[in-house]
């Protein structure tokens, strides 16, 4: 209740109307083109992927795409829908993914994937027509696919998460609660699905998608199985040693009096949990992300549930390559299938 308090949440009304623009197969996949308007900015776009064939219901995974410093791209970070990918999007998969889209592999195992665009990327970023001319830096809507008006697009955006940090401060919410409130839609209009079994729902992703595993997981027991990837350190990590390398979007103001941040996920003690680190990691200290780890540990250990807390560590730098989603997509399998 404290966490839910000072995170503010927005009230965005019910769940949309739910619009299916395309289906199609790719790469033994079928997949859904989705579309639903909230109350403020412009439809959200999502995808739906799931094996070719299936039948009956299936378990159902939030896939929550990163932030990367590209919010130009959402959906697509972490999906292909064709052979034809735009080429910041594939150089992206090739260096964090380790040239995979992880919601199409993990959808081919038998499940039911929804990935969607969050506030502020892709087809939920801000719009330099809708902001202050003065504040555009010469950038325009114009030919918004070219690789290097993507780029600039980043760079403008990424200067002006303080401008958007006070905006929502000022509009009595938080970054944090506003993806809340996004993500819970996607879960509602996930679990309402008649090919989804709505008591085996899984969330997981990178980076900023393992931030808002922590969040989502952490707060709304729908989550039976949450998988958080490189993104479990300390508030006192985030302080003292690696406030500069970390978007606004994870901070939520007075929380840390009351609890640190890998208690927010602590809070779905039993439901399965598992943290995935990279011990070279730039975003986090390694005593920091042990010293997380071992705070989830004990909280799983008082509530009798050891075996429902795993956090494993891998060499290298940020990052969700394929031996780290071959453990995670085997955690899912675990708890939402056996």
């Not at 094996?51 to 159902?60: I, S, T, Y």
């Not at 972490?78 to 380790?98: C, F, G, K, M, V």
């Not at 891998?314 to 453990?327: A, I, V």
Request: charged share 30%; glycine share 8%; net charge negative.
């Amino acid at each position: 209740k404290r966490t839910l308090e000072c995170m503010a949440i927005p009230e965005i009304g019910p769940a949309p109307r739910v619009e299916v623009k395309k289906k199609y197969t790719f790469d033994g996949l079928s997949i859904e083109e989705l579309s639903w308007q909230l109350p403020y900015g412009r439809p959200t776009d999502a995808l739906v992927l799931k094996p070719e064939g299936a039948r009956g219901k299936l378990p159902g995974i939030l896939a929550l795409h990163d932030h990367g410093g590209m919010k130009y791209f959402g959906v697509r970070k972490i999906t292909r829908t064709s052979n034809d990918i735009h080429p910041l999007a594939a150089e992206h998969q090739r260096l964090d993914y380790e040239d995979t889209a992880w919601a199409n592999e993990v959808a081919k195992r038998g499940y039911v994937v929804l990935v969607h665009d969050t506030f502020p990327f892709a087809s939920r970023r801000v719009m330099l027509q809708d902001v202050p001319e003065e504040i555009r830096h010469g950038l325009s809507d114009d030919d918004p696919e070219n690789p290097k008006n993507v780029e600039a697009y980043n760079r403008w955006s990424s200067d002006h998460e303080s401008i958007m940090a006070k905006s929502l401060f000022c509009a009595g919410t938080t970054w944090p609660g506003v993806y809340f409130a996004e993500d819970r839609v996607a879960l509602d209009i996930l679990c309402a699905r008649e090919d989804v079994d709505s008591e085996r729902v899984g969330c997981g992703g990178l980076s900023g998608g393992g931030m808002r595993t922590v969040f989502t997981g952490g707060l709304d027991p729908r989550i039976k199985c949450a998988v958080c990837v490189g993104f479990m350190t300390t508030w006192r990590d985030f302080l003292l040693n690696k406030s500069f390398t970390h978007t606004w979007m994870a901070y939520v103001p007075l929380l840390p009096n009351e609890l640190d941040f890998s208690e927010i996920l602590g809070l779905r003690v039993p439901l399965p949990t598992m943290v995935l680190n990279d011990t070279d990691d730039p975003l986090y200290t390694l005593p920091e992300m042990e010293r997380a780890d071992r705070i989830l540990d004990e909280i799983y250990r008082k509530a009798g549930a050891a075996e429902r807390y795993k956090c494993s560590y891998y060499p290298g730098p940020h990052k969700f390559d394929r031996s780290m989603q071959k453990e995670a997509f085997g955690w899912y399998d675990r708890w939402l299938k056996d």
